[in-house]
């Protein structure tokens, strides 16, 4: 069964909404690596990427009787995420510090060793740096811009697509979009060396202090390691695919097709199953 056509879609929530075990933990496999990278993306970190894809999860199951197919099914558990997200009370640390792009750029100026790093596992630990980097750009950005960046520029979704997501008009979105690209676009000419071969920054002489500041930790690479959707982008064809577009929206759109962690959303199916979670009233 395909499962992203419209029609599918429709018969699998009706059956969902039936209280049809089999069906809830399907919508669940069929959202939840959307819905993670989607939050992952928004709060930065794995762990909470996985606790905030758990909570949007669960609202999007006890709300698909109120799903009447206004948009794929994809699309309408995105705004409801969105919707989570937005609102998440728990800071990121950049957010907490109230870093801009301009402050993380001298920070990145003072990681940086004279040299490249040529250590144990320095090609996987340098694919490590760039992906926790491109995360933590994301960060130093307000969420509602930060939203409409990783919507339009990231998951491509349409602008009237994205518009209806956030909640606003579409001409209010493409301004959000249009000053998140200006300030990551200027931001990453001026410091990265991968957007632009003139800027001073490069993963590789940050490697050693990443890992000094336990920013990297080299038993366990958070994001390069990470696992990704069955026939799914790698990092190495990530990588590829960015030095051949080489500019900006590349860098921060370059992260492998992660996988939500399968225990977890196996323990959601399982709860939203058991008849002892009342969200299909």
Not at 58 to 65: D, H, K, S
Not at 69 to 80: F, N, Q, V
Not at 213 to 237: M, Q
Request: glycine letters at 8%.
């Amino acid at each position: 069964m395909d499962t992203g056509s419209e029609i599918d879609e429709r018969e699998l929530v009706a059956r969902a909404v039936e209280g049809d075990g089999a069906a809830v933990s399907d919508v669940v496999r069929l959202l939840q690596d959307p819905i993670y990278r989607l939050a992952l993306r928004m709060v930065w970190r794995p762990a909470d990427a996985e606790d905030a894809t758990q909570e949007i999860l669960v609202r999007v199951v006890g709300n698909l009787a109120g799903w009447r197919g206004e948009a794929k099914l994809t699309t309408w558990a995105y705004r409801i995420g969105v919707n989570y997200l937005l609102n998440l009370k728990r800071q990121t640390p950049l957010e907490a510090q109230q870093l801009s792009l301009d402050q993380f750029g001298e920070v990145l100026r003072d990681d940086l060793a004279d040299e490249d790093y040529r250590g144990p596992e320095s090609t996987l630990l340098t694919h490590e740096v760039r992906l926790n980097c491109s995360q933590a750009m994301l960060q130093c950005l307000g969420r509602d811009e930060r939203i409409a960046y990783v919507l339009s520029d990231v998951f491509e979704v349409s602008s009237d697509e994205a518009a209806w997501i956030v909640g606003v008009t579409a001409a209010a979105y493409r301004k959000r979009v249009e000053r998140a690209k200006k300030r990551l676009g200027n931001f990453l000419r001026s410091a990265c060396g991968l957007a632009d071969p003139q800027a001073f920054c490069r993963c590789s002489r940050r490697v050693e202090k990443a890992i000094e500041l336990g920013r990297v930790d080299p038993r366990r690479p958070a994001f390069a390691a990470h696992p990704i959707t069955p026939g799914g982008r790698g990092v190495e064809e990530a990588e590829r695919q960015m030095v051949r577009l080489h500019d900006a929206a590349a860098v921060l759109g370059a992260h492998p097709d992660y996988a939500a962690p399968q225990a977890k959303m196996e323990a959601i199916a399982g709860l939203l199953r058991s008849g002892r979670f009342p969200l299909l009233d």
